[in-house]
């Protein structure tokens, strides 16, 4: 338990540390009777039970006792609760998308989203380099958020029920698919402030970390325009690569990355799978088969399995590096070289497709 860096998780710590120190007195009380009975009443020293049937004086103050501490712990923890749950009058609403194992942080009204993903090298969960201060809590993309505004979550899951867990915050909320939770936040200190996914969602839940950068409010408003600038240049990148031919070795380089960004959790790094759980790449049906299939799953993913869509997560080019890489690596070599020319040409044929139906 910590105080954390807001007024609601210093409520909640405060109301915990009340709770504790009644529960303290309780058991000081109670067993402070039952052992002073068991000394000084033993047979030992010629104790004789008394017999006695039931008293009602007894009966009405044990059960009042209770209720009136029950009812003043209630009163300072239903205000706390209910503080926790009013997220009105916010000046910032984020839209948190948990995803196996990612978490997809949206703007509302700025124009500005982006996944976060786990930055701890493979080396380092093998065991292969040394590990990091920051080992498994440690994002390409952390969520920032300003100091002194109150900040809306809404949050909803892609596939399974997550848990966003933020300590500092005092903030803990599953994301669940189908469903919108709300919570909020606002921050008092400027700071970094980790976190993970709170529920068994996975294989990868242990590899699911929550970074906050909180800055102060001149700082995330200057934050705020650069990232539309380089969220605008990255989509001018892409409009730029739909004209460019890469080599099979650029390609190569590239979709070795991105598998080991996004598909080695599931796959593998040497691909060969989970058996049961998640097909191998080396020596895939569909990694070796038609194309346009092997495109079209990694962009539309597969409906009730873990396959997500990559549509929105990559660019072309990235899926053209991936397929490429996964079409000739793990021994596959079917010589395909996949552009993201060819991937683009795959959507637009899909959209006009769905447009003549």
């Known amino acids: 338990m910590t105080q954390g860096v807001t007024e609601i998780s210093g409520k909640v710590y405060e109301l915990h540390m009340l709770i504790f120190y009644i529960c303290c007195a309780i058991a000081l009380v109670v067993f402070g009777a039952m052992f002073y009975s068991i000394i000084n009443h033993r047979k030992s020293k010629g104790a004789v039970a008394?017999?006695?049937?039931?008293?009602?004086?007894?009966?009405?103050?044990?059960?009042?006792?209770?209720?009136?501490?029950?009812?003043?712990?209630?009163?300072?923890?239903?205000?706390?609760?209910?503080?926790?749950e009013d997220t009105t009058q916010s000046d910032l609403t984020v839209k948190i998308t948990g995803s196996q194992w990612k978490w997809h942080y949206s703007y509302f009204d700025q124009g500005v989203e982006f996944y976060s993903l786990l930055a701890t090298s493979q080396k380092e969960i093998d065991g292969e380099a040394p590990k990091g201060a920051h080992y498994l809590l440690e994002v390409d993309n952390p969520l920032v958020l300003p100091i002194n505004r109150k900040v809306r979550f809404l949050m909803t899951s892609d596939d399974v029920i997550h848990s966003w867990w933020v300590p500092d915050f005092a903030v803990k909320k599953d994301t669940i698919p189908g469903f919108i939770n709300e919570a909020w936040t606002r921050i008092d200190e400027p700071g970094v402030y980790r976190g993970?996914?709170?529920?068994?969602?996975?294989?990868?839940?242990?590899?699911?970390?929550?970074v906050v950068h909180a800055m102060s409010e001149d700082d995330y408003d200057a934050w705020l325009e650069e990232k539309k600038v380089e969220l605008a240049q990255a989509q001018?990148?892409?409009?730029?690569?739909?004209?460019?031919?890469?080599?099979?070795?650029?390609?190569?380089?590239?979709?070795?990355?991105?598998?080991l960004d996004r598909c080695s959790v599931c796959h593998q790094a040497n691909g060969a799978g989970i058996p049961g759980a998640f097909p191998a790449i080396k020596g895939s049906k569909v990694v070796t088969g038609d194309l346009d299939e092997h495109i079209n799953i990694i962009v539309n993913g597969r409906p009730g399995t873990a396959m997500q869509a990559f549509a929105n997560q990559l660019t072309d080019q990235e899926i053209a590096a991936v397929t490429t890489y996964q079409r000739n690596g793990f021994g596959n070599d079917t010589g395909d070289l996949v552009q993201a020319s060819d991937v683009n040409a795959f959507k637009v044929q899909e959209q006009a497709s769905k447009e003549g139906e």
């Open 50 to 84: 008394a017999h006695f049937h039931e008293s009602t004086k007894v009966e009405i103050i044990w059960t009042i006792i209770p209720i009136v501490i029950l009812v003043l712990m209630a009163i300072p923890a239903t205000k706390t609760l209910i503080a926790m």
């Open 236 to 259: 001018e990148d892409a409009a730029a690569s739909l004209t460019v031919s890469l080599s099979m070795d650029e390609l190569m380089a590239s979709g070795e990355k991105v598998y």
């Open 196 to 210: 993970q996914c709170a529920e068994l969602c996975g294989k990868a839940h242990g590899f699911m970390p929550i």
